[in-house]
């Protein structure tokens, strides 16, 4: 689905780092490892496509779904409008109110982004991944601000989504809760 | 390709502007503000004014369309949207010009529709300029926008990007201000002024995106 060849890359004068490879396939999930400043971060943007390396190439054959640490919620959406927006530009006629639903966000779904609490904006990034059926899931820190209930609910999408011959690649801290196919430590 | 995405950036960015409450009204009471102050300052002899009227209001109308520039790329990039956009499987620069064409929409035509109140108070003549005023102050501040979006989405990263972006758009601003003061005052070129104003402003809708794109694309790089 995606190949890296032989990353590098430069921030600044530093080599943050180089000679990174790695690949995917349907119903595999890399993780992506490294301490903090590892550049975990800048490789994900890298895989779709955001920053372009120094060094090495990408091979991108299936679109993705991209969940950044910064949500991309604005002050002003609600979870709904978010999702609605998102809808019509992918074009997509998914069920807002059923994935709404499946993420918890029902209560809060005409709440305004700014008054919402950290773990219901991921929440309603990570709603995204259920607008559009996209072979590749590009994930940073998905777990982060998520309670015990959100991480199960994310655990059990990202498990429907390789059982369904999905791919996932998420750089994550600690304890992944799935089986990785493959770890890439930077 | 589908046209999807852009009319997407372009809902999202008008409901921005419009979610920001005084943000569509600060750029009229800066163009009213700044405006006002020039007959109080040199006196209220009309033919001076009359003189005066349109160089005024067309600096009076570039600086207003800074004042909320700052904030049309530079938010997306704080708050992850710019990531989303640039994946979103459509041109870049259309939706970077569907942005700032939401952003003229709710920032500039309001200025253009003022703009026979604010001539009349330079002594402007009630009649025929006073009607084409406003499409010649929307024509131009169209281009104001474009070319400071070009300013904005340079200076996207940058904290306090405001000033940068005047220093990078007030030179580009020079041709509409030049053809756009010489069709206010009918005179010189006469007639072919207002064609050279608008030929000012396709250049700038036509370029102005893809230098736009470039810039975002640096920004989230």
Known sequence: MLSATNLGILRGERVLFEGVSLSVAPGEAVVLRGANGAGKTTLLRILAGLTRPEAGHVDRQATHHWIGHREGLKPHETPRAHLKLWAQAWGSDADIDAILGEMGLSRPSEVAARYLSAGQRRRTALARLMLDQRPLWLLDEPFTALDAEGREQLLALVANHRQSGGAVIAAIHGDAGFAASREVTL | ?221
């Open chain 2, 1 to 221: 390709m589908s046209p999807k995405p852009i009319l997407s950036a372009f809902r999202q960015a008008l409901s921005e502007s419009w979610a920001g409450g005084a943000g569509a009204l600060l750029p009229l009471g800066f163009f009213a503000g700044a405006a006002v102050l020039v007959p109080l300052g040199i006196g209220t002899e009309p033919g001076m004014l009359r003189a005066v009227g349109p160089g005024i209001l067309w600096v009076s109308l570039a600086l207003s369309s800074l004042v909320t520039l700052e904030r049309i790329f530079q938010a997306d990039v704080e708050d992850g949207a710019l990531d989303l956009w640039l994946q979103a499987g459509a041109p870049v620069s259309a939706i970077a010009a569907a942005k700032t064409f939401a952003h003229w929409l709710t920032a500039g035509l309001p200025l253009a529709l003022m703009s026979p109140v604010l001539a009349l108070m330079f002594q402007a003549e009630a009649g025929i300029g006073l009607l084409t005023g406003p499409l010649i102050y929307g024509l131009g501040g169209l281009a104001f926008f474009f070319w400071g979006g070009v300013g904005a989405a340079l200076s996207a990263t940058v904290r306090r990007g405001g000033l940068l972006i005047a220093l990078i758009a007030l030179p580009l601003y020079v041709p509409t201000a030049i053809f756009g003061s010489m069709a206010m005052r009918g005179a010189a070129l006469g007639d072919t002024a207002p064609l050279l104003l608008a030929a000012s402003t396709l250049f700038a809708l036509a370029a102005a995106p893809f230098a736009m794109a470039a810039a975002l694309r640096l920004a989230a790089d």
